[in-house]
């Protein structure tokens, strides 16, 4: 609720335990863990956010979601090398210790139809992350390197023909 000048009341957000994914907190549109998720790119081991999207808080994280998670955590184990090839490549970045002080993954974003993302911010671009700056690369349906902004969009339902023709082929765009 705001208050006349505008300042917001603190609200109580709401907390569910998951079967699978443990305590989680709800925040806008998002479910999240207490708890960052460790990735490990580039000979170091980053901390990163997750994000279970949501289209309200009674809408508790969906099962397409929870295996986007079970194979987000393979994925960055088994495609590590790939992952990291295709950033180095897109951001014609040679230099691979400077590549991992540079482009440093700080969220997980899990949409609800079980795409997810994995988004990066660039310190040589600016010092505090934000969408605005930095890429995101999806991770499913396949890698694939876009702008963070753009993906956020995307995770957050607005479902562009271009992304998902991007992401699923030619022919599926439903």
């Known amino acids: 609720?705001?208050?006349?000048?505008?300042?917001?009341?603190?609200?109580?957000?709401?907390?569910?335990?998951?079967?699978?994914?443990?305590?989680?907190?709800?925040?806008?549109?998002?479910?999240?863990?207490?708890?960052?998720?460790?990735?490990?790119?580039?000979?170091?081991?980053?901390?990163?956010?997750?994000?279970?999207f949501a289209g309200s808080e009674e809408e508790e994280p969906a099962p397409i979601q929870?295996?986007?998670?079970?194979?987000?955590?393979?994925?960055?184990?088994?495609?590590?090398?790939?992952?990291?090839?295709?950033?180095?490549k897109d951001t014609e970045e040679e230099d691979v210790e400077k590549?991992?002080?540079?482009?440093?993954?700080?969220?997980?974003?899990?949409s609800r139809e079980g795409e997810c993302a994995l988004v990066f911010g660039d310190t040589e671009e600016c010092r505090d992350f934000s969408h605005e700056t930095g890429f995101a690369l999806f991770l499913i349906p396949r890698l694939f390197i876009y702008n963070a902004e753009e993906c956020l969009d995307f995770m957050l339902g607005h479902r562009d023909k271009w992304t998902l023709e991007e992401l699923y082929g030619q022919n599926n765009t439903d």
């Open 1 to 52: 609720m705001f208050h006349i000048f505008g300042k917001k009341e603190k609200e109580t957000q709401r907390v569910i335990v998951h079967p699978e994914l443990g305590k989680l907190k709800f925040d806008t549109m998002e479910w999240y863990p207490e708890a960052e998720v460790k990735v490990a790119l580039w000979n170091r081991i980053y901390d990163v956010s997750i994000s279970f």
């Open 66 to 88: 929870e295996a986007a998670y079970q194979k987000f955590k393979d994925i960055v184990v088994t495609q590590r090398e790939a992952i990291e090839k295709m950033i180095l």
């Open 99 to 110: 590549a991992g002080s540079r482009f440093v993954p700080y969220a997980i974003q899990i």
